[in-house]
């Protein structure tokens, strides 16, 4: 059989040119980026934009492009070509010698790996010339390239019949890019200033788009951003010129951010999976705050100290599985080495102070700071130096920060690891590499990388890396926002002590005077009538402040009736209220469940009942009435727990709580094999503690399901057990709930850990969230809005916690 080889006709080479370069602008950056694949140190891109006038439709003079009269130059000081690299190369269609001579002589990672940069030329103008004198070049000898794009548009041509002109050529490279610019003043002094001795002149006429100033300062912000940051200590620069506006353009600056909040560095290893981190702390006035809260930070440890926060900056490593709290397995281990290692610095720069938290923070220049994040702001990503697009750009929250900031709106320090960076306040550069980062694969748009489980990962690795920052910012602030919250209720207290003794000073006043125009004005006070008073004032005083507290007690419980509401359908959700009546009649028909299998069992005849289909029969009637117990459970559980008493506020005993508790998880825990042990020692006290049921409700329903969680992941069959004991000390009751179960996660390094918002270890195969994280976070804002506290206590085996709640005096 013959064989019969493909041919590629020109149209279809010109067409694959055109899918990757769908703007004029990405043309420009491919060009740019063969500059810097080149070794060069500068790379000048100058526009030559004629203009002329017409009338629009409404008879107004205009100017527009002359297109035919427009020119495009792109010229670097690289390492340029050599005759030979043009032909092997140059003029070779997809070829591959990026791909596997990656690295340039001055040791940069090159950029470009599709062998068709040179369609940017086609994409920009009808006709290219080309002058390049290469590094190893004798005597001025270069080569001379011209190439005309229109025989692309040829359809009875084939590729391989498409040919441009070369010549080989004696370039003097400062004279020719001078005659060129027809001895443009600007041009001629920055050539003059910098090393253009040899390189490669790229000359593009007769341009395919109307240049507008509107596209060619598009180009110019564009570069801003794609070229390597000032960061990265790489030595290339750019170079912007429009002839017809020598005044408008220069050099191209990049990102560099010293005014900053926080600046947060960190290197992945994906060989060693450890993270270093870097963290410069650049919030705080240390003037102010050593003059306004002079002992806050005294007794805190490293790195929450006032040293270090005096010294800025301070470093540490942490394994990655504690920053993304997984349990490492072989599976998520390929996850995390197929990221590949690299590199992530990241600023926080916040607009503006905020009055009202009254934190000792530096002053900022909003206007400045948010000019400099229109301009630099984003967490983008360069490869091998270069910006990978759309990453960072103003519209494009990639990494979802904006959402993470609504589904936790706290303030900075109200609770630890609770606040969250709002995207619109950040910049970052995380650089990667072909070499490093392998599945780190662009697009065929190249319009952005490709969505696989490598970039899943990396993406997850970020988050949690940018977490470190926000959580050590909430660290940093918490205290001050404790001491800023005694300091109002202190404040608090000393008005309403005022408001008494205001009041209880009239209503004597007014009583003497009274006492005064009936039995007339009398002599002499004696120390008994300035005693009487005294003690007449003080029983005043009392009453009026515990009428005022009452009053502004009752004032915020009302407000706080909407977010303990809120709280609790967290754990429950509306549809359980929504569905009240449905919910019933599941229950209902869950408990005849129950019938089936006398039922089954009397109509089967008896010669049948060896037979595997009616022990099958049975089987399944087993599951049906375990799952209906699991149901009637559930409904009965969250019926109750919906209740609108449970929403309101009142006198709360805990003994009889605790025997409903037991009565509404009894099934459950019988099929589990759980024993529930109460040691309840307030039965025969009185005391006065006041709280909504639903909130009690909330903290034991968390409790119980991690507890149940942890039985279920036991490895060896042993008893299972939750203890709750209760009782009084001093001005306080005191909880300590327990369970013998496998204990509190290892990934949790720090254990107040577990009172952070969606910080899970339950996570699937390739390391996503299964649990919510909220369960324990909930619990802690509890017991927080009830002036409560919760302590993780030591034990041998399971886990324990001591909550502890002030009662009235």
């Not at 200590?233 to 600056?253: A, D, L, R, S, Y």
């Not at 408990?591 to 109509?603: A, C, D």
């Not at 825990?669 to 006065?688: A, E, G, M, P, R």
């Not at 709280?691 to 409790?703: H, R, V, Y």
Request: some cysteine; aromatic content about 10%; overall charge neutral.
């Amino acid at each position: 059989m013959a064989k019969v080889a493909f041919k590629v006709s020109a149209r279809a080479g010109k067409l694959l040119g055109r899918e990757n370069f769908s703007n004029p602008e990405g043309a420009i950056i491919e060009l740019v980026k063969n500059s810097y694949d080149a070794d060069a140190k500068n790379c000048l891109v100058l526009f030559d934009i004629p203009t002329k006038k017409v009338k629009d439709s409404d008879g107004k003079e205009i100017e527009i492009p002359v297109r035919e009269k427009s020119i495009l130059y792109i010229i670097d000081n690289g390492e340029g070509m050599t005759e030979k690299v043009i032909k092997d190369h140059w003029m070779q269609i997809g070829t591959g010698n990026k791909e596997k001579d990656y690295v340039s002589d001055d040791k940069r990672t090159k950029t470009g790996a599709k062998g068709i940069g040179r369609f940017a030329l086609d994409r920009l103008g009808f006709e290219t010339e080309m002058w390049t004198l290469s590094k190893n070049a004798k005597d001025g000898i270069g080569s001379f390239w011209k190439m005309d794009w229109n025989q692309f548009d040829n359809a009875d041509k084939a590729i391989s019949q498409i040919e441009a002109e070369l010549e080989s050529a004696k370039i003097d490279f400062k004279g020719k890019i001078k005659s060129l610019t027809n001895n443009n003043v600007l041009i001629e002094k920055v050539i003059m200033d910098l090393n253009f001795d040899r390189g490669t002149i790229i000359k593009i006429a007769n341009l395919k788009d109307d240049w507008f100033n509107e596209e060619t300062s598009s180009v110019f912000k564009s570069l801003e951003a794609l070229i390597p940051p000032k960061e990265l200590n790489i030595p290339f620069e750019v170079f912007f010129k429009h002839f017809q506006q020598p005044k408008e353009f220069g050099k191209v600056e990049t990102a560099f951010f010293n005014d900053f909040d926080y600046k947060l560095k960190a290197s992945y290893n994906a060989k060693t999976l450890n993270v270093e981190f870097e963290i410069t702390r650049n919030e705080i006035d240390i003037k102010s705050l050593k003059k306004k809260y002079p002992n806050v930070y005294k007794s805190k440890k490293h790195p929450y100290d006032l040293k270090t926060l005096e010294s800025k900056t301070f470093t540490y490593n942490k394994s990655i599985d504690k920053v993304l709290s997984w349990k490492l397995n072989d599976s998520n281990k390929k996850l995390l080495k197929d990221v590949g290692s690299f590199d992530l610095t990241f600023y926080y720069l916040k607009f503006s102070n905020s009055i009202k938290e009254g934190y000792p923070f530096k002053t900022v220049i909003a206007r400045e700071r948010k000019s400099t994040l229109e301009r630099f702001g984003g967490v983008k990503i360069y490869r091998d130096s270069f910006r990978v697009r759309p990453y960072g750009d103003p519209t494009n929250d990639w990494l979802k920060l904006g959402a993470r900031v609504a589904q936790s709106p706290a303030g900075g320090g109200q609770r630890i690891g609770d606040w969250r960076v709002r995207p619109e306040q950040t910049a970052g550069i995380i650089t990667i590499s072909r070499k490093s980062n392998p599945l780190l694969i662009d697009k065929s748009d190249r319009g952005a990388l490709q969505e696989n489980d490598a970039f899943d990962t990396f993406k997850t690795i970020i988050v949690a890396v940018i977490h470190e920052f926000e959580f050590d910012r909430t660290k940093m602030l918490n205290p001050l926002f404790l001491e800023n919250k005694k300091a109002k209720e202190l404040k608090r207290e000393k008005e309403i002590q005022k408001r008494a003794e205001e009041l209880a000073d009239k209503i004597v006043e007014k009583r003497k005077k009274v006492e005064e125009s009936i039995y007339g004005k009398k002599g002499k006070v004696d120390l008994f009538q300035e005693k009487k008073e005294e003690e007449e004032k003080k029983t005043y005083e009392e009453a009026f402040k515990d009428t005022f507290k009452a009053i502004d007690d009752e004032k915020a419980e009302q407000e706080n009736q909407e977010i303990v509401q809120v709280r609790s359908l967290a754990s429950l959700g509306l549809v359980v209220s929504s569905f009240a009546h449905e919910l019933k009649e599941i229950k209902d028909n869950a408990i005849e469940v129950k019938e089936l299998e006398g039922i089954f069992k009397s109509i089967v005849p008896k010669e049948n009942k060896n037979s595997d289909e009616y022990k099958d029969g049975i089987d399944i009637i087993e599951l049906l009435d375990e799952n209906s117990d699991k149901i009637i459970h559930w409904v009965d559980y969250a019926l109750t727990a919906i209740k609108k008493d449970k929403r309101t506020r009142g006198k709360f005993k805990f003994s009889g709580f605790l025997k409903s508790l037991k009565t509404s998880w009894s099934r459950i825990f019988k099929k589990k094999d759980i024993s529930l042990n109460i040691d309840d020692k307030t039965k025969n006290v009185t005391y006065d503690f006041r709280a909504f049921e639903m909130d009690m409700s909330t903290i034991f329903t968390n409790l119980i399901n991690n507890s149940i969680d942890s039985f279920n992941n036991l490895i060896e069959i042993q008893e299972r057990v939750i203890d709750i004991s209760v009782c009084l000390k001093g001005d306080y009751i005191e909880i300590t709930y327990s369970d013998n179960g496998i204990g509190l996660d290892k990934v949790f390094e720090d254990k107040e850990e577990i009172f952070l918002p969606f910080k899970t270890a339950k996570r699937d195969r390739k390391g996503k969230e299964i649990g919510t994280g909220l369960g324990m976070y909930l619990v802690k804002s509890v017991i927080d809005d009830n002036n409560g506290t919760i302590d993780i206590l030591e034990v041998e085996k399971g886990f324990s916690v001591l909550m502890s709640f002030p009662i009235r005096k």
